[in-house]
């Protein structure tokens, strides 16, 4: 997409169930291969057995009781992850939530910036979604760029030596993640669960 076709700006109030329908979407597309690595780990299909194993006691089915856990594991990785990147953000110091427009009008993306817990850790991106039907089209990259500059302004302006950008990215989002690399960000740690990592962390100096 041209760049002259493309600017980001604030969200408006009435845009609100969009930009909320980008970032739902945005997650579904990465919480079934999030919740397929995590409990593909030793560590919980240990934890699982031993579930199912201690409700084969209290329930009559065994199918049920080799299930239900699963179930219940699943359900409980999802509704983290949409509490976490699904819903809008709550207000910063760095502004926002932004979008970013097409020149007919139509939303296509979503950023949404915070800073960091310690001084020297830089800004962090809280939200970045891009519609489904605008990705690979440069529109991720421009939401990035942009954030890149309003992470350097705000370091400029809290007299910080460095300006700093993280991206926290789940761990199955690998067309987030070859974005970032390209765009020369390196992944430094993250957290997850029982030793193995769910969310990656990207950084770059800016």
Same mark, same amino acid.
């Given at each position: 997409m041209a760049p002259s076709h493309l600017s980001v700006r604030e969200m408006r109030e009435d845009e609100k169930p969009l930009v909320l329908e980008i970032l739902k979407a945005g997650?579904? $597309? =990465?919480?079934?291969?999030?919740?397929?690595h995590a409990l593909t780990r030793?560590?919980?299909l240990l934890l699982l057995a031993a579930a199912s194993s201690g409700l084969r006691f209290v329930l009559?089915?065994?199918?049920?009781? +080799? /299930?239900?856990?699963?179930? /219940? #594991?699943?359900?409980a990785l999802k509704l983290g992850l949409r509490a976490?990147?699904?819903? /809008?953000?709550p207000p910063g110091g760095l502004g926002g939530p932004w979008v #970013?427009?097409?020149?007919?009008? $139509?939303?296509c993306g979503v950023l949404a910036l915070a800073p960091g817990t310690n001084s020297g850790d830089g800004a962090r991106? =809280?939200?970045l979604s891009v519609s489904r039907w605008h990705r690979r089209r440069g529109v991720g990259r421009r939401l990035l760029a942009f954030a890149e500059a309003r992470a350097r302004a705000w370091a400029g302006g809290m007299?910080?030596?460095?300006?700093? +950008?993280?991206?926290p990215v789940a761990v199955a989002a690998w067309g987030v993640a070859g974005l970032l690399e390209s765009c020369g960000y390196q992944a430094e740690g993250g957290w997850g669960c029982m030793g193995y =990592?769910?969310?990656?962390?990207?950084?770059k100096d800016l």
């Open positions: 997650i579904q $597309d =990465t919480e079934n291969r999030v919740a397929l030793p560590p919980a009559a089915s065994f199918a049920l009781a +080799l /299930l239900l856990p699963v179930f /219940l #594991a699943v359900a976490r990147w699904g819903s /809008l953000p #970013a427009v097409r020149g007919s009008g $139509d939303v991106v =809280t939200r007299g910080e030596p460095q300006a700093r +950008l993280v991206v =990592t769910l969310v990656k962390e990207f950084s």
